[in-house]
């Protein structure tokens, strides 16, 4: 007989894995099925994010980052290094040990929860009494059946057409995490996130990076005078970015890649370089799980159909993280993890879809939550808006990290902060104060009454409130 599970969650990713600890914390039997496996065949579970997307690129752009301080900034310090040079295969083991150090967590945190993990692809095979049943394949092979259903399959990276990735010239997320040795020259497809953040690894150490971009704004998602700041930084860095572009034939040889293009000015360019990601954003990925075998709805985009609380067309089967709509960020997909389990609980969880931050993890790295100026302008709210340069910051010099700045916007009558957008040192981590000040509708006020530690980057986030209110005291 079939093992029975009250909850079996397909895809063991951020929103698939914590999914599965949440519901199983709430006294539910909970299976998790993932299919992900290491290159000797180990399970492997995290999904895109922990093996080949948020872990392994922050490894990559930590070690990178070190590799530029240490030849560019470190003499600033009365730091001499001599004979400065790489090893690209020390660096992508030590990313391969972070890697499996989170595959490993994950692993005991399903032993520590009693989560049942199968390794192997799940399948929907039919609606059966008492819940669906599920195919597993792979290392272990049965058939399980479970009460409540949590989709959370992730997403594959998007090919260019014609251009198929052979992970060897033309790259996915995943060969551009793999490089064995620093290329000559790389181009990229798409200055999104992906692209600005791998041409930075590569760039630092010292590829000569070119990144081909369809649309004629530079991040055209985030706050204007953001982007633009962001832009100013890239450009003096050398990591060039071509705008408007139109991608021709993409010819893959020994020699490495050659991208034919037109340019904005309509004029046909070559890109001749030895690697090129293609960064052109994300599918949904559904394959091998077989939703018409219960009639599980999928959009145009092949994504599974849900409403504004993850319940999909099919009773009792949810779907949740980069499989559904919304951004594709590990965060969004497992606070929608969590909310699920706890709505199969009968409890209220909620994901508040305007409070998600967004982070790019260049240098200087790019946060941001809420609305942008551009967004307000549009939709004709009334606001008002302070700016402060990490310039006047007494921290960011002495780290000698002075690039970009905090913007605040603020409801023009209300005060009520409507977004957050910082350029600069350490945005990842600054940004979580606008997160919680948003979350508990702040005023701009609130935040410049309250007492921020000095000498810290936090400061220029009191002080972009003080300005809304024009009354900056260290500018
Ligand atoms: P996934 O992480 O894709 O996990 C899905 C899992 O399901 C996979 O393990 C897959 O093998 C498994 N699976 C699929 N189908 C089946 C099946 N039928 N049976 C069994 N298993 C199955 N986000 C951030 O928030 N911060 C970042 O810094 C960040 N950096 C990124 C960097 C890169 C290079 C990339 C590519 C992405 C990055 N992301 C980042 C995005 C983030 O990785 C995704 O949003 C996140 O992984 C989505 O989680 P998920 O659980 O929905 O899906
Ligand atoms: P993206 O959507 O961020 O950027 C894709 C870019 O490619 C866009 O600027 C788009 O205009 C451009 N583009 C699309 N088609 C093109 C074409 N044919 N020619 C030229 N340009 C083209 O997607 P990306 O960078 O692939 O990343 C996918 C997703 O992964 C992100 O949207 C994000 O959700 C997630 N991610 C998150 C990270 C983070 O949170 N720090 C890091 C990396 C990825």
Known sequence: MAKQFDVVVIGGGPGGYIAAIRAAQLGFNTACIDEWKTRDGKPAPGGTCTNVGCIPSKALLQSSEHFEHAGKHFADHGIEVGGLKLDAAKMLARKDTVVKQNNDGILYLFKKNKVSFFHGRGSFVRAAEGGYEIQVTGANEEVITGKHVIVATGSNA??????????????????????????????????????????????????????????????????????????KAFDKQGLKVELGVKVGEVKSGKGGVS????????????????????????????????????????????????????????PNVWAIGDVVRGPMLAHKAEEEGVAVAER??????????????????????????????????????????????????????????????????????????????????????????AVVAMEFKASSEDIARICHAHPSLSEATKEAALAVDKRTLNL
Not at 171 to 191: E, T, W, Y
Not at 377 to 404: Q, S
Not at 413 to 421: K, Q, S, Y
Request: charged content about 20%.
């Open 344 to 433: 199969i609980a009968g409890q209220h969880g909620h994901v508040n879809f305007n409070t998600i931050p967004w982070v790019i993890y260049t240098s200087p790295e790019i946060a941001w939550v809420g609305q942008t100026e551009q967004q307000l302008k549009a939709a004709g709210v009334k606001y008002k808006a302070g700016t402060f340069p990490f310039m006047a910051n007494g921290r960011a010099r002495a780290l000698g990290d002075t690039t970009g700045m905090v913007k605040m916007l603020a409801h023009a009558d209300t005060d009520e902060i409507l977004g957050v957008h910082i350029v600069g040192p350490m945005a990842s981590e600054l940004i979580s104060e």
């Open 259 to 314: 991208v034919a293009y037109t340019n904005a000015k309509g004029e046909a360019q070559k890109l001749e370089v030895d690697k090129l990601i293609v960064s052109i954003g994300r599918v949904p990925n559904t394959i091998g799980l077989k939703p018409d075998a219960v009639g599980l709805k999928l959009d145009e985009r092949g994504a599974v159909i849900v409403d504004d609380e993850c319940k999909t067309n099919l």
């Open 158 to 231: 998007r090919a260019l057409p014609g251009a198929p990735f052979d992970e060897e010239n033309i790259l996915s997320n995943d060969g551009a995490l793999r490089i064995p040795q620093v290329p000559k020259k790389l181009g990229l497809i798409g200055s999104g996130v992906i692209g600005l953040e791998m041409g930075s690894v590569w760039r630092r150490l010292g590829a000569d990076v070119t990144i081909l971009e369809g649309l004629p704004t530079f991040l055209g998602a985030v706050d204007e005078q953001i982007a633009k700041e962001a832009k």
